[in-house]
Structure formats: C-alpha cells, structure tokens
C-alpha cells in the first residue's frame, strides 16, 4: 500500500521561527507589474489514456498514485430522451434502480451491506442524454468493487419492494415542483423555449409513473445497458497493464449489443416572444430570466461567441451585467448570461437575475441595454483581452486532476467533438477581435426575439416602482402574458 | 461570497473528516493504507500570523486561503451580520486596488461618511416615529422623512461623483485575468475565510492581493453593497421555501449563545451599520495575528515563506486583541417545538446540543451519526425499509464547531404519516442506543467509512487547503489527523455514553414542518384550481382569484347559504355568458363546499 506521506513532501519541521528564509524580492507597486516566472503547460493528447477492450469498449485510463485510491465511471449510451412518451420517468427509475434494486445475487440490503462495509461508493443514474455508472473504492478493493459493479450493472434484479418505494418517493415529490421559484422557473423556461412536446420537456407523473412496470426496467436495461454502449474512465492507483487486463475480464465475455443513440431530436418548436409573469405567493424576490435559442455546437464563430457571451455576463464580476446590476446599482446578489451551444441541437441564451419584486423591471432594462450596446458598440480591446485572459490563465485547472482530464474526454468522444478541440482551445480564444464579437452580437443575439420570464410576486415584479425608474413596467418590454402555475404533477395548465 | 449558516455547516462539518492515522481494530477492518498523516509546514511570524503549507507538486495549481478568526458570533450587539458585510466589503479593493487616483477619491468617501452620520442620527428619529405609529416602516422610501429623502439625494450624488474615479471589481479582475478560479469567501458564525486557486506560476499575486487588503481596505461603495448583501438574504433565506423557518428554528435552539443569530443579519440591523462601524471591526479582528494563511499546490516552501514574509510581515500586530466569546449556553430546562406550514414536503427535525470541536466525547458522538446515516444506518433500516413512514435519506450528523456543537436529525416524512409519528420511532431508536447492543460489524462499518473518506477527502489542493484552515481556526490542524483516530478508538461503551449524557427531552429542540393548506394557497398548487384559472381571462384572472379566496375564507353560515342561491338563481338565467356561467360554476362548487366545511365544524363543536 502507498503510505499518505509521499503525497506532503515536508520540507521544514514544524513550528519553524522565520528568520530571513530567503532572500526577498522587492514588492511591485501595483499587482499589475508583478512579473512571473513562465509557466509551460502542456495539455496531454486523449490519444495517450485511450485504450480499445477486444469487444470495441473504449477505455480512458490513467495511473494516479498520489493516494490509493481508485475510480471508475461508466458513460451509457442512452437516456430518457428515447424512453416510450407512455412510460415518462422509466430511464431514471431504471438507473437509478440498478443500484438500489439489489442483484441476481444479493438481495438490495446484501448490497448496501457489502458497498458501505467497503467504504465505497456505487452509484448509477440516467439522465435526458446519457447515463452514469460511478465506483470509488480504496485502491486495495479493486477486485471487490468491480465485482459488485459487474453484478449492479449486469445482473440488476429491480426488487419489487425497492421499486414499490422509488415511485412512491417520485409521486410525492412531484408535487412540489411549485414550491421554489427556482423550480418554477427553471421547468418554465425550457416550455418556452422548446415547447409542451420535446424529450426535454417530458417530466414523470403519477400516471406515467405508475404505467411502469419491472419488465419495463428489465427490457430497457436489455436494450440498452451492455459493452456496445459503454464508455469508461479508470484513474487511480494501480498498474496500467494489469488494469486493462482486469478490466477485459470483467467485461470481456459480456455480449455485445446493438449501439444505442448517438444523436436526439431538436425541438419542433419556434419560442414567442414577450413578457410571461408566472405568481408565486409569499415571496419578496422575483426570478427573471431573459433570452432564446441560441446554436449548435461546431459554428466557426464558436469561441467569439464564448468571449461575447464572458464579456456580457460570464466572466464573473468582469462581466458587464455583475458590473452593473449588483456593483453599480445593487440591485442583484446573482446575475450573469449564458450561450450555451447544444451537442444535438441549438441550445438557449439566458441572462438572468435575482431582485426585489419592484426593482426586477429596472434590472431588465439594464440587461436589455447591456445585450443592446454588445449589438452596436465595439467592446474595448481590454474586454477582449481580460474575457480571453479569463479563460486562458485558468485553462491548466480545468485538467488539475487525472479524473477531470478523462471525463473531459469520455464525454468529447461520447458526443463526437473532435480530438484536438481541446489542444487548439487556447489559440481558437487569443484570436478573437474586437469586430468578431460585434459581428457575431449583431448575428446571433436578437432583441425582437426575446423572452422574459418572472417569476415571484407577479403582480409587485410588473408594477415596478424603483426609485431610479418608478413608471417602468414590464409592458414596455412586450406582450405581458400572466400564466397561471402549472399542475405540479401532470405539469399542464 | 456565501453566507454558510449553521444549517449548511452541519453537512461541511460532516464531510471534513480528515486523514488517517490508525489501524483498523478488528479481523471485520478493511487493511489501512498506513497512513503517516497530514504534517504540514507551519510558521509562525513575528507579527503573530500563521502559515499552514503543503507541498503537492503533481499539477501547477496552487490553492491558497485566508481564515480568519471571526464571524457572526463577534458582531456586537444591534449590529448582526457586519462580518458578512466585511467580506462583501474586502473585494472593493484598497487605496491602491479599486481606485484610478485615491488622494482624489478620498474626500469623497470622507463627505459620504459624514454624511451618513446624520442619516443616521434621522434614521434614528424615524425609528421613534414607527414606535408612535406615526409610520410602519422606517426601510420603506416612501415613508421617509423629507429630511431623511433629501440627505439620501445628496448621498447618492457624492457616490456618483466618487464613481469617476473608482476602477470596478479590479480585485477580482487581477485574480482571474491571471488564472485565479474558484475565488470566493464565505462567512459563517465563527470563520471568515477568503480563498482562490491559482496557477503555480501566480502564488506571488496573491500575497499581494491578500497582504493589500488586510492592511490597506478602505471600503468602497459600502451602502451599494449592502443592497446585494439585502438581496442575498432574500435569496437565500426570505424567497425560500423553508429559509425563514429554518433562521426561526436555528434562533430557537440557541438560547444565549450567539450561534442563535444569523451570519446574514436582521435586516433591520444591517441597515443600520455604517463605514465607522466596520473600520473599528477591521482593525480589531483583520490583525495578523488573527489569521491563518493556508497554501497546498505546487510551491517551493522556502520561497513561500520568504514570500510571506516580504508582504506579511510588515503588517502590524493588532493593537487590542478580539474580545473573547464567553457567552455560555444555559442548560436548557425545557424542549422547544417550532410547527410550520410550507411549501415543503411534511419533515420532522430533532436538535440536540453536543460539544465543541475537539471535546472528549466529540468522537463518540460522531461515530452515533455514522451508525445511524446511510442506507445500512439504523434510520433508513426502520424508517424506509420496515415502517415506511419516510422518504429520501434519512439524516443525522454531529456539527461541533470552535465554541458549541448540536446533534441534528433531519427526516422527511411519506404522505399519509405525520412528523409526529416519524419523531417518536426516531426517539426509540434513540433510546435502542442509550444501552442496547451495537454489533462489531456495525461498529466497524462506520470506522471504515471514517478511514476511507479521510483518504479520499484530501484528494483535492482546495479540499485540503479548507480542512487545514477550518480546523486551526476552530480548534488545531493536527485534528485532520487526530479527529479520525478519536473515532477509530469509540466502543461501544462510548456510544451508549454519549447518548445518555446528550440525548434527553429537556435538551432537544423539534422542528415540524407541514405541507402548507392548499386553502391557504390559492393558485399554487391546486391542479383543479389552476387549470380553472387558466380558462379565465387573463385580465379577470386576479380578480377571480381573489374573489375565491375570500369565499374560502367565509366564515358565517348564513351568508354563504344567501350566496349559493344567488348564484344557482344566476345560472338558471340565460343572460349570462359561456365565459360566466364557467366562472360561477366553480365558484358556486367552492362555496359549497365550504358551506360543508362550515356545517362540519359546527357539528363538531356541538
């Protein structure tokens, strides 16, 4: 076993009295004109981590023997998005009960004896595009922990009362889906951008929920959970050979089936533009957000976008929208904007704040003038330069662990992006112009197609009343629709 | 910049157990990883500031933070949450960060502060007015006194002019244009602490940053940011779901002792702080011998120390030490029970003071809240899988922090229970525990969750770097080591001690909370309700809203009955329209049914 102690190199025993322990540099007089050592970061190509089992299985594996510890993670190729429209909440109950629901050998409490008796940690999930299987265990309970994970992911039994309870604990929950504005708004916005139909707007009812049964479990588990679909990250503490040698016993003799989705639907659905004020009795703070579609992932003008998007409201507070709704006018704890560019399809540009109800239409005439000015002002070549220093300076702490570094590419290789996306990152952001980001504001930011969404006090949050603009409503951004809140449970109005 | 209050601390207090140490006690222990332990480099310099370090050179990160030993137990009274508000105000830079030109700058500062003192002195004249009922609300402009709205003008105007010459966020734009991720603070009762991760190459940046703002903070635009820190506590406590009942239950449990008052601060004391205020609380407690600077990354550790030195050392001890923190909780005589109606599934929350950190039986107390957590814990076992009368996890954690510590278990209960009866089987599986037998296998389960979890919680340069700062400001860093041992030594003997010595009724304070009346909500949650709603008009929709309200809300008899006929007599007429026959149908099926309620209860009361 690998003592902690090679992990903290103690360079001076303890309780040391300093006395002119090295010579010192004189201080700058402003951190601007510190000067520093170089720093040559290297990003190591996915090439080197991966490995291909003999039945097609792609493996990232890393050796990392700072402590003894292993982990191991499981990308499955699946997902609710492609779970029967009848049978909502199958996926998640399905990933979740692979783990919960116990083994063709262990009954669900043989096995959380076993995993909390290890110490570690078994863990399965599905989500809207994907699935996860996670174990973490001491380095010394290798062998045991993939054998507990070969039994949880191949040979799931759903123990009837395991199930019994997972959708008694869902129908409740459900029904307090309008209890945070948080939530609300949240469930909201992805209706009004992508409409009552798409996968991404499908949420589990009591009804769907109680439509499913054990054999649904069993047969989408089938369908979808063997090697064909399997992508699988290995770092820790152990030797790299041997590893993949353990690794094809384990899933070497599983049949391989058929390959599971590698693309989902977009949404058929264009948004409406306009004010829509959702109430939620009892609070004092209103929950606005602001946007519309936005891209695919793969545009050329993918890292302008990124340094628009910093300079508006992603570069913390260097951003303009924290600079001036919370800095200047303190008008909001959390704000900022994302462009998030979809994997599958557009995805949805937000700005976004938290205010007192009165103050929220004066805060979104600040952020509607803010994605104005991008529009139809040059930024300064500071912004540039700062929003691109934002992301490059800080680029080596993205990969500052093995186990970061290949979930980083498991998940380029799950959805496709390009190998090198990654080594060309830093140069793909120095290259952005002041005129890029203006050319690509003009294009990809549209005021005449914006939704704003409320949600809190409706009727406080659209008669404003702060002090700076006490007659600005929200009607003067657009169509002011009131909707009432949603059924918790089948979420319809 | 968080607030963490006490609640979240509980689950951070939990999750930072440190390293181990030991080896396994029986033939059930999993094999130790021979751990020789956390030794970090600690230097002490003259000025009494103490360095913590850690060399990990593996990636060219470093994580480095500053804890310092103050938070919402020293605010003074009538003055809670200023230690929050001096952390939102130690980003606003310095005399030299923050400013384009400070010698200009200054007067402005100095007029708005002289200012503020007669704002002050008026606030306080309205203060008496609200008493007299001449006014409700001495925070609501529009109350204001004329006087008090004309300095307001005046003051808004000297910021404005200041604004010329102030660089914004510089701080935070030197940190992260080189690299500086993760940067953030975070408050709690009885830590401050200010922390980033930087590349290897930038460790001087931030002892620059970090020795500037400790000893050259001017507090800039400090009536702004107490707008944000408003916001931030409408955030987090007051537009929640149970955030307001959670800050009552916390002020419940403490009777004396300050953990009771919230980091954030009453509102009416926030505002009421000034810039003087905050000076006198910034020489006091931001002295370098109230502070802990703690690095683990990628360094030398002679140059850093050198570093160190050259920027820390010249700051000056304080001149007045903090004032110790002597208040004492009294034994409690009786059990306290706060009952809530939320939008929150039905949850039931069992407190009960324990022991400061690094108390004897601290470890004792831990290893009950292993014994009783997880899915093989005594609470999932007899909640969920044999009495199905909870959902979720069930919860249970030992939070004992630098001067007290509670015991808290936290279940939400399934429909068709009640909080009551969840708390009364947790209270026997309480008192299995005060002597009924514990399993070696059980007990051993928990001590090798303890070793493994210390293993894994250092992985991290930040995780690390956090344990370090936490426990030599509440207690020493040598507990990251010892914490775990104490617990791998519990008997149980120690188990059945423990829970005699803390778990009693006298000493637990029982929060109920109970999914609000959908009555009292109109609108929210009532599917039937909301999708009549949303056939309505949506200019009538409030109005019939608040017509049905008030129907529910109908309390005599009588009238009600005088209604119904109204409106069946109103239906029967071919004047009204399909939108209106739609509206008072409903209204008519809300009225009767509240006329039954009404009839019930009158029966009952019979």
Redesign the interface.
Known sequence: MHALSKIFVVSLPLCVAVQGVAAQKPKADHPKNIVYPKLDFKLPPPSQFREVLSNGMVVFIAKDRMLPTFDLSITLRTGSAVEPVDKIGLAELMGEQMRDGGTKNLTPAELDEEVEFLAASLSTNIGETRGRVGLSCLSKDIDEGLRLLIDVVRYPSFDKERFRLAKERRVQNIKRRNDSTNSISGIEWGFLMSGEDHYSNRYPSTKSLNAITRDDMFAFHKKYVHPANMLVTVTGDFDRTEMLRKLEGVFGDWPVGETGPTTFPAPNYTPKPGVYLLNKEGVNQGRVAIGHRSIKRGSPDEFPLMVMNGILGASGFRSRLVARVRSDEGLAYNTGSRFSQGTYFPGSFQCWFQSKSNSCAYAARIVLDEINRLRTELVSQEDIDDTVAYNVESFPQRFQTRAALLGTYASDEYTGRNPKYWLTYTDNLKRVTREDVLRVAKKYLHPDQLVILGVGDADAIFTGGHDKAPNLKFSEFGHVTRLPLRDPDTLSR | MNTRNYRGIAAMAVCLLA??AIQPQTA?A?????????????????NGLTLLL????????VAAGMFFDVGGVNDPRGKSGIAHLFEHML?KGSS??GTKDFDAERPFIEQQDHLRRDMIAEMNRMRVMKRRGEITDVLD?TQWTSKYTGMKKQYDQLVQSE?EYVV??EL???Y??????G?NAGTMEDLTMYFV?L????L??FF??EA?RMSNGIMR?FY?????????R??RV????TGKYDEAFNSLFWQSHPYGIPVIGWPSEVESISRDDVRDFYKIYYAPNNVKVVIVGDF????T???A???FGSIPRGTRAPDPVITEEPKPIAERRLSAEA???PRVRLRYHSVAMGHTDEAALNVLSGLLS???GRLFKRL??SE?VA??RPQAGNNSRKYAGSFEINVTV??GHTPEEVEGIVLEEIDKLREGDISD?EL??VK??V???S??R????MGLMFQLGLYDTWYDWSYINTGPKRMLEVTTNDVHRVVKEFFNPKTRTVAIYRTKKKDD?????D?EL??F??SVP?EQ??QTKMMIAQIEKMSEGFKLQQMVGMMEQGLDSDKISEEQSNVMKYMLKVAKKRLAELTSANKESD
């Open positions: 390293a181990p059930l999993i094999e130790s990883p021979s751990a020789a332990g956390v030794k970090p480099t600690e230097v002490v310099l003259d850690v060399e990990r050179r593996d990636q060219p990160v980003f030299v960060v402009p604004r914004n966020n935070f734009n030197l992260t244009t080189n690299g500086g991720a940067l991760q590349p290897s190459n930038k001087e940046l620059w940053l500037d635009e702004v940011e107490r707008f944000n820190v408003r916001e931030e409408r955030l007051e537009s929640t779901p030398d550790t002679d140059e120390i050198a570093m030195k050259n920027y939008d929150t599934n997880g899915k093989t969920i899988t199905d959902i979720g399934k429909e296998r051993q389960k090798n969750q070793l493994a979890s293993v894994r250092v992985k991290s340069n909500d109109v609108g929210a949650g599917a909301t999708a709603l949303a949506v929709r409030d």
